[in-house]
């Protein structure tokens, strides 16, 4: 089969297409021919040798849509499935063209959703639906804040929370950019280069919930809040540290919250593919990309450009 690998870090040119061998799948195990994958920041980082890999040459891909290849561990060949957990495979991470993964990793893809929509849910729409419910128990009629609205978990927790009954407010760097947002359903949409957050939403009576992707923004997150208010951590797209005011957040009663590594159940994954084939959620893809090209595809995420999901296809 064929595989996007790289031997050695460095620079996105370093990311070759190789012949390599099959996967042979164990007995837990269910035979995929990959379809699509997506560009994650994690892969960018392990290529650039700032995140180490297991051994090299290593091949990335956090995730995988695909078609089954036989019959096993109840799934038959040619059902669509989605896995997000494709970089723990046999032959993975999707960067690979076959894969061997856990029987238990994968969901079901309904008919009317494409692969490439698939895997633009993937590990996004599990952490933004893990954030928004399983961690931050959001409620029908509760405010939201969601940081980071473009981003991939973004862009589907505003459409999550929406589709629940929340008010939701999110963050744009531009105009463009807020008027997709709300195209996708938030009631308001902040630039918060130019607009003072916690005062618009302390305006409208404070937050309940905040899914808090930046992670530098942990003070204006917790004066965002109504008393009382949950902040989920699920990302430092700004940085790894923040300093806050403890006498604002004990005397909110602010309860900020580490998310870890979310991962919603099979059962929620399936789910949210159903409302993608219902077009009650549309997950949002940047631009899609032969395998082929992951260079190319590396070099726009790292630019800082993309709206959405950035997915690699296989041919």
Do not use: C
């Not at 031997?7 to 070759?16: I, K, N, S």
């Not at 990959?34 to 090299?56: E, I």
């Not at 849509?65 to 896995?83: K, P, S, Y």
Request: negative net charge; glycine residues 12%.
């Amino acid at each position: 089969m064929k595989a996007v690998q790289f031997a050695h870090p460095g620079d996105p040119e370093v990311l070759q297409l190789q012949e390599v061998p099959d996967p042979t799948p164990g007995p837990e195990d269910v035979l995929i021919e990959v379809k699509a994958t997506t560009v994650n920041h994690l892969d960018l980082f392990q290529r650039a040798g700032s995140r180490p890999v297991n051994k090299l040459p290593f091949t990335p891909g956090l995730e995988a849509a695909g078609v089954v290849l036989q019959d096993a561990n109840g799934f038959r060949a040619g059902e669509h499935v989605l896995t997000e957990t494709a970089a723990e495979a046999k032959g993975g991470g999707g960067y690979a063209g076959k894969i061997a993964a856990r029987a238990s990793s994968l969901a079901r893809i309904p008919e009317g959703v494409t692969f490439e929509q698939a895997v633009a849910i993937g590990l996004a729409g599990s952490t933004a639906w893990g954030g928004l419910f399983d961690v931050g128990h959001l409620k029908g009629g509760e405010r939201v804040l969601i940081w980071a609205g473009s981003s991939g978990v973004g862009s589907l927790a505003i459409q999550f929370a929406r589709h629940a009954g929340a008010w939701v407010a999110t963050t744009a760097s531009s105009a463009e950019r807020a008027e997709a947002l709300r195209k996708l359903g938030a009631d308001e949409v902040i630039n918060y280069r130019q607009q003072d957050l916690s005062k618009i939403l302390q305006d409208k009576g404070g937050v309940n919930l905040v899914i808090e992707l930046v992670s530098t923004t942990l003070q204006t997150s917790i004066e965002a809040t109504a008393p009382d208010g949950r902040v989920v951590l699920i990302g430092n797209l700004g940085g790894k540290e923040a300093t806050v005011d403890t006498q604002s957040w004990r005397l909110k009663r602010v309860s900020v919250i580490g998310g870890g590594m979310l991962h919603t159940s099979i059962q929620n994954v399936e789910h949210i593919l159903q409302l993608v084939a219902e077009k009650a959620v549309t997950p949002l893809i940047a631009r899609t990309f032969p395998i082929e090209q992951a260079a190319e595809a590396h070099r726009l995420l790292a630019s800082g450009e993309p709206q959405g999901k950035i997915v690699l296809t296989h041919s």
